[in-house]
């Protein structure tokens, strides 16, 4: 079996279910969480990172003393994963990527997905799914309006596709300039013309507000995309009700009657991308006042700690991090050094701490924040956490 031709699903609940049921005799499985966010793939910078962890797993599988045959069937399907990250062409127009590769259970399954919190590749015997199953729960779904004067074409978009839907079309009843003319006879006197425009597209953009609305509840749209002209995109925003006001990820100048769908999209990801920075500084800001209060902790052991516990409510954790430690064979507790687990089990090595608190903090529907931002991954020291209680 090759990498080449393999046909890329979407995350449906069939999906999920059966690879949740897949289990090899051994560690054989490879789970491959890929972001291919604009950044991501400038100058094919996610194959390099996933190169980098790929050459780090490696080296763990040659220091356990694998069996040769284990190691070999480990090495073709590490090839498989070079091959089909190679060609940008054949990646799928999403945000992330999930690769599931085993040749000991004949498994090759590459899964788009709205969100991957970071580039991390892992060895077990059963297919890692926890983030798998908590993007197929949050798939993003923006509407997209693109508005002029007499038109309104509105798209819903996605990770995966963008889809035009049914549009508007104004009754505009402009005549000729403001002066009396044939068109316009007899005149209508400079101010009553202006008058006249502005109350048109007031109640253009009140038409366009309200066919907004019933698209956003029609397809379930956590976001909302504004582009056209600065005058229309700004009295479309004025004519939204406040709370779908702040559901508005950005806004864009284009032309309504030119643009295409693949433009629509790339400027809602990029608007996203711009939106999701916002959103870290404001929950990094959130982190830092909660610190004196101790309603916040950071350092990976005082967060590890609190994970185990069930007092994490949004874990941060920064983005490009590796942090080797262990898990306790009794509790599972997840810890930095042997000696933490004290009477809680054998410690079982791990190769990354990142890696296993995402897995630990998905299970427990806890928020992840992978901040992105150096200056900002600089405040948490690694690891850092909101808490529910204290």
């Known amino acids: 079996m090759t990498a080449r031709g393999i046909e890329v ?18 560690p054989l499985v490879i789970t491959c969480y890929v972001p291919l966010r ?17 050459q780090r797993l490696e080296l763990v599988i040659e220091q356990a003393g694998m069996a040769h045959d284990d190691r070999a069937m480990l090495q073709r399907d590490f090839d498989r994963i070079r091959e089909y990250l190679a060609d940008i062409e054949q990646l799928p127009h999403a945000s992330g990527l999930a690769l599931f590769v085993s040749e000991a259970i004949g498994l090759f ?17 059963r297919p890692r799914v926890a983030e798998l199953l908590a993007g197929a729960q949050e798939v993003g779904t923006v509407v997209a309006t693109a508005i002029d004067r007499t038109h309104a074409r509105f798209f819903q978009v996605t990770s995966f596709e963008v889809r035009e839907l049914p549009g508007v079309t104004a009754t505009a009843t402009r005549g000729g300039k403001f002066h009396s003319d044939r068109q ?15 109350e048109e597209r007031r109640r253009h953009a009140a038409v366009v507000a309200e066919e907004l609305i019933l698209r956003v509840t029609q397809t379930g749209a956590q976001g909302i995309f504004l582009g056209g002209p600065i005058r229309a995109t700004s009295e479309l925003l004025q004519a939204l009700p406040e ?9 864009s100048r284009l032309n309504p009657t030119a643009v295409t769908p693949a433009q629509i999209r790339q400027m809602v990801i990029e608007a996203g991308a711009d939106a999701e920075i916002e959103r870290e500084q404001h929950l990094v800001a959130e982190l830092e006042a909660s610190l004196d209060t101790g309603w916040a902790v ?93």
């Not at 604009?38 to 190169?51: E, F």
């Not at 490009?320 to 090595?349: K, N, W």
């Open 109 to 125: 399954e590459a899964v788009p997905l709205s969100r991957v919190l970071h580039t991390r590749v892992e060895l077990d015997a």
């Open 243 to 251: 709370p779908l006001r702040h559901q508005v990820i950005g806004m």
């Open 38 to 54: 604009p950044q991501d793939r400038t100058r094919s910078q996610y194959a390099i990172t996933v190169r980098g962890a790929l």
């Open 184 to 198: 316009d006879s007899p005149g209508w006197g400079e101010s009553h013309f202006h008058h006249r425009m502005l």
């Open 298 to 390: 950071t350092g990976a052991r005082p967060t590890l700690r609190a994970l185990a516990r069930g007092q994490v409510r949004t874990l941060f954790l920064r983005a490009r991090h590796t942090l080797p430690g262990f898990r306790c064979g009794g509790a599972g507790r997840l810890v930095i050094s042997p000696a933490d687990c004290q009477d809680e089990g054998t410690p079982v090595p791990l190769q990354d701490l990142v890696n296993e608190s995402i897995e630990d903090a998905l299970r427990q529907d806890v928020k992840i924040v992978m901040v992105g931002e150096p200056e900002l991954g600089r405040k948490l020291n690694g690891f850092a956490a909101l808490l529910r209680f204290r």
């Open 9 to 26: 699903a979407t995350p449906s609940q069939a999906l999920i279910e059966r690879l949740a049921g897949l289990k090899a005799p051994r």
